[in-house]
């Protein structure tokens, strides 16, 4: 029987580690699979041997691991791969994959754009938009990043469009802010390219509610965790649509 095993980052937060959790919930009620369960690399409980344990106990013929993380970087390259090598040695009979990470996706790109307009009703060209990704020492991370901040400012007409970064590569986020809203000659929108709430998050609102407490126009969206289209990525990612088809036609 084939299983799926989400893997969460995992968090010292613990209402970004409830929301993570009350989110992958929400997928796997979406998710005709009988045996799912919740796992995060690291900072969260249940760790990965113990999801992929319990996967293995309630039947598992084959296990499906599924990252719920944006892009590609170490965790996905290194890290998780292998907190699996010892699973995979003391279960040499059970097949493992593991599927992708979100990547640059037009429907993720769209989210994005709902998200802002969600929080910044009626933009103007005069808006600027900064997009704060979590940062990474991997150059093709990087790349994919850049990607995402081309179409974003495809999609929407804003007098600037920038990204800063939380840790690990540069602008820094605080280097980002206090650029565009130097440069800014309308509202500063901040999304953050995150998916749940966390530490990481809670410093982006700290500086943002500091910024307009001073008097600048700033605006932050939602984590993208709060839109529709990323439970249908992750459900897709899981178990693809002609499988689902299948599953309920028989």
């Known amino acids: 029987m084939r299983a799926i095993l989400y893997v969460g980052h995992g968090t010292r937060s613990k209402k970004g580690a409830d929301e993570?959790?009350?989110?992958?919930?929400r997928v796997i009620s979406a998710v005709k699979c009988e045996i799912q369960e919740i796992?995060?690399?690291?900072?969260?409980?249940?760790?990965?041997?113990?999801?992929?344990?319990?996967?293995?106990?309630?039947?598992?013929?084959?296990?499906?691991?599924?990252?719920v993380f944006l892009l590609s970087a170490g965790h996905i390259k290194k890290d998780i791969p292998e907190a699996l090598e010892p699973l995979?040695?003391?279960?040499?009979?059970?097949?493992?994959?593991?599927?992708?990470?979100?990547?640059?996706?037009?429907?993720?790109?769209?989210?994005?754009?709902?998200?802002?307009?969600?929080?910044?009703?009626e933009v103007s060209r005069d808006d600027s938009v900064l997009?704060?990704?979590?940062?990474?020492?991997?150059?093709?991370?990087?790349?994919?990043?850049?990607?995402?901040?081309?179409?974003?400012?495809?999609?929407?007409a804003f007098e600037q469009v920038e990204s800063c970064y939380l840790a690990a590569a540069s602008p820094t986020f605080q280097e980002g802010i206090e650029h565009i809203c130097k440069r800014a000659s309308g509202r500063v929108i901040v999304v953050p390219y995150l998916l749940f709430e966390g530490l990481l998050l809670a410093e982006v609102r700290r500086e943002v509610r500091k910024r307009a407490g001073n008097g600048e126009d700033l605006i932050l969206t939602s984590p993208l965790g709060k839109h529709e289209a990323v439970i249908h990525i992750i459900k897709n990612r899981a178990f693809p649509e002609e499988e689902q088809y299948a599953a309920t036609h028989h």
């Not at 059970?94 to 037009?106: A, H, K, L, Q, S």
């Open 131 to 156: 997009i704060v990704g979590r940062g990474s020492s991997d150059p093709a991370t990087l790349r994919d990043f850049a990607r995402i901040v081309a179409g974003v400012k495809e999609r929407m």
């Open 39 to 67: 796992s995060f690399l690291e900072l969260t409980e249940p760790f990965i041997a113990e999801g992929f344990t319990r996967c293995v106990e309630r039947g598992a013929t084959s296990i499906c691991v599924v990252p």
């Open 20 to 25: 993570a959790k009350q989110f992958l919930e």
């Open 88 to 121: 995979l040695l003391s279960y040499p009979d059970i097949p493992v994959e593991m599927t992708d990470p979100f990547g640059v996706r037009e429907d993720l790109l769209d989210a994005m754009v709902e998200l802002i307009k969600d929080a910044a009703p």
